[in-house]
């Protein structure tokens, strides 16, 4: 079965290359001829096909596009589309359905719940989760299209994929986020920025590690879970020079306060300004 990708950003470039590997690969796209050339060299490519063969021949199209890019690209397709097509989008956010219904045409959301920092093959990771979505041909097909070896596919329902995306939001890019509010506080502290990988790297690990090996309940430990007033009074003081991190604090601290002494929790929502 022939496969097209159209869009060769990190997250394509990834998924074409196991596709690659598997011999499913046909031919790639990107309106850019830069990002397109560079990609051909990445996949090695030997013989890339011109765009219009490329959707007319691949029986399986891979739209790897920005969301707001997805119906414009297909919209640059469907011209070519006469025959059966399976045709995929890797938005997270957006149904399967973006795509319009044609009798020859199967659609359907596969999105990587992963996180793409650069384009670098083989990647270190091994196996991605796809969360699936869409019509009961086009998810048919896709658990045949990507191997099992580095594949798990999910069927997830419509209605949730927003929910499905949030999830995706909070396990990177917040995460990513808190490591900037650590760096600011390692800046203050007139710190190099190495000391973020040999200070406080190892304890965001064993953080980890902790919720991993006892749940976040047991896994806690600071001021907030001690109900320490007097400790988390002082930190806010401080943090108001740095209104981000104010209301970082205060919202991470939200999160856990039930977890804080019955008997603190009252004063503790008093001092974090929580209703």
């Not at 509010?181 to 406080?200: M, S, Y």
Request: proline residues 4%; positive net charge.
């Amino acid at each position: 079965m022939k496969i097209g990708l159209i869009g060769c950003g990190r997250a394509g470039l990834t998924i074409g290359y196991f596709l690659k590997k598997k011999n499913l690969l046909y031919g790639i796209f990107d309106k850019d001829k830069n990002a397109l050339k560079k990609a051909v060299k990445i996949l090695k490519i030997k013989k890339n096909p011109d765009y219009a063969d490329l959707i007319k021949n691949s029986r399986v199209l891979l739209f790897a596009t920005p969301d707001d890019e997805i119906i414009n690209a297909y919209n640059k397709a469907k011209e070519y589309i006469t025959e059966r097509k399976y045709l995929f989008h890797f938005s997270g956010l957006l149904p399967a359905e973006i795509f319009p219904k044609r009798r020859n045409i199967y659609r359907a959301s596969i999105h990587p719940f992963a996180t793409f920092p650069g384009v670098v093959m083989p990647s270190e990771r091994d196996r991605y989760i796809l969360f699936a979505q869409g019509d009961k041909g086009s998810i048919k097909i896709a658990r045949t299209i990507f191997p099992k070896k580095n594949f798990l596919i999910r069927k997830i329902k419509k209605e949730q994929k927003s929910l499905y995306h949030l999830l995706g939001v909070f396990s990177s890019n917040f995460v990513v986020s808190l490591s900037e509010a650590i760096q600011i506080i390692i800046k203050r502290l007139g710190w190099k920025k190495k000391e973020f990988e040999t200070t406080a790297l190892p304890m965001i690990l064993d953080s980890l590690n902790n919720v991993v090996k006892y749940g976040v309940k047991t896994g806690l430990s600071g001021p907030v879970i001690r109900g320490d007033v007097k400790t988390i009074e002082k930190h806010l003081k401080i943090l108001r020079s740095h209104p981000e991190l104010y209301d970082t604090y205060r919202s991470l601290s939200h999160l856990i306060i039930r977890y804080a002494p019955r008997q603190s929790q009252k004063v503790l929502k008093k001092i974090l300004k929580i209703n």
